[in-house]
C-alpha cells in the first residue's frame, strides 16, 4: 500500500465545488487541502483541469442474472471492470430467493459468483419473493451478520411477487432492523391484463412489449407502497421510476422515509425505438417498465433537479442479440433489461451537467452520496478525511463516443450506439489503489471487498 498525492484538481462533493490537493494514505483519504507538499509520496498525480468525484456507487446491477432461460451477459468479473472504467467503484446487485427456497441460500449463492471475480467494491440487496417465518428469521440473520440492509420486492412476476399483505409483514421486520425495503413498482394485476389481451389478440411482436407495461400499472403500484411504507413506517425506495405520471404519485407523498431512483436509460431514451424496423433493433431495447414518451423523460429530469429522485442507479442487466432472438415469436420470452454501468457517470455528467439539468453537486450527491448514505455504506460517498480513497479523476473536456464495438461491457449492443459525450473518466482509484487509468485496468481479479452495510443513518 501506497501514498498517493493528487496535485491541482477542482474537488467536487454534493455540496460544493473547490480547487485543493488530496493526500491518500493506504486505503484513505488522509488530507484534503490547498495546497499539499508531501515528500513521503510514492506516486504524484497531475489533475489539472480535471475535477475530483468521490467513486460512483451503482446500486442497481445484475451480473450473472438468470432471465427468461437465459443468463444477463456481464459477469461480476466482466461487469466490474466496465464499472471502474466508467468511474463506478461500488456496486450494489440483487440475490434473488427463489420461491420455496431460502434468502439466506441466496445470499451465499451471490457471494459465490462475486468473491474472486468482482474489481469493484460490492454488496447485495436481497430479493425477498416468499414471505414466511423462516424468511424473516434469515432477514434478520442477513441484517445482523451479513450487513445486508436492504431487502427489494416485487408486486408483478410470477416468479417474484408477494402479496400486499406479505409487503407490509416483511416491512415491519425491516423497520424493526433499521433497514429499507426497496419495490419493482409495477403492479401484476394490471400487467396481466394487459399482456393477455395483446396475446390473445395475436400481437407477439416487440413493439408491443411497452403496451404490456401500461404507466397505470407503476402508479398504481406506486400509491400501494407507499401507503404500506406510511403504515408500517418503514423507509421505502422505489426502484427503476420511468413514468411522469409515477413521479407526481411520489410527489404528493414524498417524505424523509421515501427514496425514489430512475435510470439513465429512462432519461435518455423513448419509446420511439419500439418503431424501429428490425425485431432486433426493437427487442434490444426491451427492458421493464419500458421506455416511456419524451414528456416523461423531462419530468424525470425535472424530478432529479427539484430533488424528488435522490438516486441515478442503471439496472444494468445487458443481453447480447442472440439472446434477445429467443422471443422473436413471443415478445415476452425477450429476456428484459440494458446494460449501463460503464457509462452511467460520463452519460449523466454530459447529458444533465452540461446541458444544465442538474448541477455538478447533485451530479455527485445522485451518483454517489445519496446511495452511499441510503444503503448504508459507511466511507464512502464522500471526498472526505477519513474516507475510503475511491476517487474518479474527470476531464470535462475530453470526448467519447459510445460505440457496442468499443465498450468494456461484455455485450454486442447498445442503446446508445453513435452517441458522443463531452467529459471523460480519465482515472478511477478503488481504496487507495489505482484500478483504471486511461482505459487501462490495473486491479486484479476478485480486487473487490465485500461491504457489510449499516443501518440506515437518516
Ligand atoms: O427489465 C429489467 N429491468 N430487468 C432487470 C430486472 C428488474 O426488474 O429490475
Ligand atoms: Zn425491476
Ligand atoms: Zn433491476
Same mark, same amino acid.
Given at each position: %500500500?501506497?501514498?498517493?498525492? $493528487?496535485?491541482?484538481?477542482?474537488?467536487?462533493?454534493?455540496? @460544493?465545488?473547490?480547487?485543493?490537493?488530496?493526500?491518500?494514505?493506504?486505503?484513505?483519504?488522509?488530507?484534503?487541502?490547498?495546497?499539499?507538499?508531501?515528500?513521503?509520496?510514492?506516486?504524484? /498525480?497531475?489533475? &489539472?483541469?480535471?475535477?475530483?468525484?468521490?467513486?460512483?456507487?451503482?446500486?442497481h446491477?445484475?451480473?450473472?442474472?438468470?432471465?427468461?432461460?437465459?443468463?444477463?451477459?456481464?459477469?461480476?468479473?466482466?461487469?466490474?471492470?466496465?464499472?471502474?472504467?466508467?468511474?463506478?467503484?461500488?456496486?450494489?446487485?440483487f #440475490?434473488?430467493?427463489?420461491?420455496?427456497?431460502?434468502?439466506?441460500?441466496?445470499?451465499?449463492?451471490? %457471494?459465490?459468483?462475486?468473491?474472486?471475480?468482482?474489481?469493484?467494491?460490492?454488496?447485495?440487496?436481497?430479493s425477498?419473493?416468499?414471505?414466511?417465518?423462516?424468511?424473516?428469521?434469515?432477514?434478520?440473520?442477513?441484517?445482523?451478520?451479513?450487513?445486508?440492509?436492504?431487502?427489494k420486492t416485487f408486486l408483478a412476476y410470477?416468479?417474484m411477487k408477494i402479496?400486499?399483505?406479505?409487503?407490509?409483514?416483511?416491512?415491519?421486520?425491516?423497520?424493526?432492523?433499521?433497514?429499507?425495503?426497496s419495490v419493482h413498482a409495477e403492479d401484476g394485476?394490471?400487467?396481466?391484463?394487459?399482456?393477455?389481451?395483446?396475446?390473445?389478440?395475436?400481437?407477439?411482436?416487440?413493439?408491443?412489449?411497452?403496451?404490456?407495461?401500461?404507466?397505470?400499472a407503476e402508479?398504481?403500484a406506486?400509491?400501494?407502497i407507499? &401507503?404500506?411504507?406510511?403504515?408500517?413506517?418503514?423507509?421505502?425506495y422505489i426502484v427503476h421510476l420511468?413514468?411522469?405520471?409515477?413521479?407526481?404519485?411520489?410527489? &404528493?407523498?414524498?417524505?424523509?422515509?421515501?427514496?425514489?431512483e430512475?435510470? =439513465?436509460?429512462?432519461?435518455?431514451?423513448? #419509446?420511439?425505438?419500439?418503431?424501429?424496423?428490425?425485431?432486433?433493433?426493437? @427487442?434490444?431495447?426491451?427492458?421493464s417498465p419500458?421506455?416511456?414518451?419524451?414528456?416523461?423523460? &423531462?419530468?424525470?429530469?425535472?424530478?432529479?433537479?427539484?430533488?424528488? $429522485?435522490? /438516486?441515478?442507479?442503471?439496472d444494468?442487466?445487458?443481453?447480447?442479440?442472440?439472446?434477445?432472438?429467443?422471443?422473436?415469436?413471443?415478445?415476452?420470452?425477450?429476456?428484459?433489461?440494458? =446494460?449501463?454501468?460503464?457509462?452511467?457517470?460520463?452519460?449523466?455528467?454530459?447529458?444533465?451537467?452540461?446541458?444544465?439539468?442538474?448541477?455538478?453537486?447533485?451530479?455527485?450527491?445522485?451518483?454517489?452520496?445519496?446511495?452511499?448514505?441510503?444503503?448504508?455504506?459507511?466511507?464512502?460517498?464522500?471526498?472526505?478525511?477519513?474516507?475510503?480513497?475511491?476517487?474518479? $479523476?474527470?476531464?470535462?473536456?475530453?470526448?467519447?463516443?459510445?460505440?457496442?464495438? +468499443?465498450?468494456?461491457?461484455?455485450?454486442?449492443?447498445?442503446?446508445?450506439?453513435?452517441?458522443?459525450?463531452?467529459?471523460?473518466?480519465?482515472?478511477?482509484?478503488?481504496?487507495?489503489?489505482?484500478?483504471?487509468?486511461?482505459?487501462?485496468?490495473?486491479?486484479?481479479?476478485?480486487?473487490? +471487498?465485500?461491504?457489510?452495510?449499516?443501518?440506515?443513518?437518516?
Amino acid at each position: %500500500m501506497s501514498k498517493i498525492l $493528487i496535485k491541482n484538481g477542482v474537488v467536487v462533493t454534493n455540496r @460544493a465545488t473547490f480547487k485543493s490537493d488530496i493526500l491518500i494514505n493506504n486505503e484513505i483519504i488522509e488530507a484534503i487541502e490547498k495546497k499539499i507538499i508531501n515528500k513521503d509520496v510514492e506516486c504524484t /498525480v497531475n489533475a &489539472k483541469g480535471c475535477y475530483l468525484f468521490p467513486g460512483g456507487i451503482d446500486v442497481h446491477t445484475h451480473m450473472e442474472l438468470l432471465v427468461s432461460e437465459t443468463v444477463s451477459s456481464d459477469s461480476f468479473y466482466s461487469g466490474s471492470v466496465a464499472a471502474l472504467c466508467g468511474g463506478t467503484t461500488t456496486i450494489i446487485d440483487f #440475490a434473488n430467493q427463489e420461491k420455496g427456497k431460502s434468502a439466506r441460500d441466496a445470499f451465499n449463492l451471490w %457471494m459465490k459468483k462475486a468473491k474472486g471475480e468482482c474489481l469493484t467494491d460490492f454488496s447485495f440487496h436481497v430479493s425477498i419473493t416468499d414471505v414466511n417465518e423462516q424468511t424473516l428469521k434469515d432477514v434478520e440473520y442477513l441484517f445482523k451478520e451479513q450487513g445486508v440492509t436492504s431487502f427489494k420486492t416485487f408486486l408483478a412476476y410470477d416468479a417474484m411477487k408477494i402479496p400486499l399483505k406479505d409487503l407490509k409483514i416483511l416491512m415491519k421486520k425491516v423497520k424493526q432492523l433499521g433497514g429499507i425495503v426497496s419495490v419493482h413498482a409495477e403492479d401484476g394485476k394490471m400487467l396481466e391484463v394487459a399482456k393477455d389481451k395483446l396475446l390473445n389478440n395475436g400481437l407477439l411482436g416487440p413493439e408491443n412489449h411497452p403496451f404490456a407495461h401500461p404507466v397505470e400499472a407503476e402508479v398504481c403500484a406506486i400509491e400501494d407502497i407507499i &401507503k404500506a411504507s406510511k403504515v408500517t413506517t418503514c423507509p421505502l425506495y422505489i426502484v427503476h421510476l420511468s413514468s411522469h405520471k409515477g413521479l407526481e404519485a411520489i410527489r &404528493k407523498e414524498k417524505s424523509s422515509i421515501i427514496h425514489v431512483e430512475t435510470c =439513465p436509460q429512462y432519461l435518455l431514451l423513448d #419509446a420511439g425505438v419500439y418503431e424501429n424496423d428490425t425485431f432486433l433493433d426493437v @427487442a434490444k431495447y426491451i427492458l421493464s417498465p419500458p421506455l416511456r414518451k419524451n414528456e416523461d423523460r &423531462k419530468s424525470l429530469w425535472k424530478g432529479l433537479r427539484d430533488e424528488y $429522485i435522490d /438516486v441515478v442507479a442503471t439496472d444494468h442487466c445487458p443481453f447480447n442479440l442472440s439472446q434477445r432472438e429467443l422471443g422473436k415469436d413471443d415478445f415476452t420470452k425477450i429476456p428484459n433489461g440494458l =446494460p449501463g454501468v460503464e457509462e452511467r457517470m460520463e452519460l449523466l455528467f454530459s447529458e444533465g451537467v452540461n446541458k444544465g439539468r442538474i448541477t455538478l453537486n447533485q451530479f455527485v450527491d445522485m451518483t454517489s452520496t445519496m446511495p452511499a448514505k441510503i444503503f448504508g455504506i459507511p466511507k464512502k460517498g464522500e471526498l472526505k478525511v477519513g474516507a475510503h480513497a475511491d476517487i474518479v $479523476i474527470f476531464d470535462p473536456k475530453k470526448k467519447g463516443l459510445l460505440k457496442a464495438k +468499443k465498450q468494456i461491457t461484455n455485450c454486442d449492443n447498445t442503446p446508445y450506439e453513435g452517441l458522443t459525450l463531452l467529459g471523460k473518466v480519465r482515472t478511477t482509484i478503488l481504496r487507495g489503489q489505482i484500478a483504471v487509468d486511461k482505459g487501462k485496468v490495473l486491479l486484479n481479479k476478485g480486487h473487490g +471487498k465485500y461491504l457489510k452495510r449499516k443501518a440506515l443513518s437518516f
